[in-house]
């Protein structure tokens, strides 16, 4: 069974900074994807940015991107110049083919004025 | 493009009432997926649709949970009774169906529909 991991519960940074939140999954499956969501207070959760398991590039989304480490099945989310508006859970997910999206714990992430 | 609409946005019930949430979503889904987010916690999956039939329903509790996606389009799910444990927000998301073989990987989601059981 695929697993997510997310170690860090609670982040907080100035605003302007760069932040780096942590995510770990576990799967025996080669092809497949993973994303980062972004839950702001309303709920809904949105797609931030993702990762085709065989693209060796990192993904990069404005000032979003991640460093895809998959043999240590690793999948970070770089914030660079964090604003206010980045204040949110953040959730790491994982899916294969057509399957269920599988959800870490979340990392609630403040920016401070 | 309209998005994923869920209602209601808020429900409390006491503890062994029912209780039914409703979700539409975007036109020409195939996937329909109903997530369950307890507080302070990640979604879980409770249900996954493909059309009108059932992919994934292992961590339903078929004891008081049912799901169905009538038509392959609108879906409802329904506790009956409820408990102090299931508080907690309810989630639906939809993606599209695969084109030209490309997996289509972004699926979207309602803003929830947050019970209370008291």
């Known amino acids: 069974a695929q697993t997510v991991t997310q170690s860090q519960p609670e982040m907080s940074v100035q605003e302007a900074e760069t932040v780096t939140l942590s995510c770990t999954y576990d799967?025996?499956?080669?092809?497949?994807?993973l994303f980062w969501y972004k839950q702001p207070p309303s709920r809904q959760m949105i797609l931030v940015i993702r990762q085709e398991a065989y693209k060796q590039q990192n993904a990069t989304e404005n000032r979003f991107s991640v460093n895809f480490q998959k043999a240590a099945k690793s999948f970070s989310l770089k914030i660079s110049d964090s604003q206010l508006g980045d204040t949110a859970m953040y959730f790491c997910?994982?899916?294969?083919?057509?399957?269920?999206?599988?959800f870490g714990k979340g990392t609630r992430l403040h920016i401070l004025p | 493009e309209a998005g994923v609409a869920q209602s209601p946005r808020y429900k409390i019930i006491e503890k062994r009432q029912s209780v039914a949430f409703w979700c539409n979503p975007i036109s020409g889904h195939a996937t329909l997926y109903w997530y369950q987010q307890i507080l302070g916690q990640g979604p879980k999956l409770l249900i996954q649709?493909?059309?009108?039939?059932?992919?994934?329903d292992s961590q339903l509790p078929k004891d008081r949970f049912s799901a169905e996606r009538l038509k392959g389009v609108d879906s409802t799910l329904k506790i009956q009774p409820a408990k102090l444990e299931d508080s907690a927000v309810y989630l639906c998301?939809?993606?599209?169906?695969?084109?030209?073989?490309?997996?289509?990987?972004?699926?979207?989601f309602g803003q929830g529909t947050r019970l209370t059981v008291v």
């Open positions: 649709f493909q059309n009108n039939g059932v992919v994934d």
């Open positions: 997910a994982f899916m294969k083919q057509d399957d269920k999206i599988i």
């Open positions: 799967t025996s499956e080669s092809n497949y994807y």
């Open positions: 998301a939809s993606r599209s169906a695969p084109r030209q073989g490309r997996w289509n990987t972004e699926a979207f």
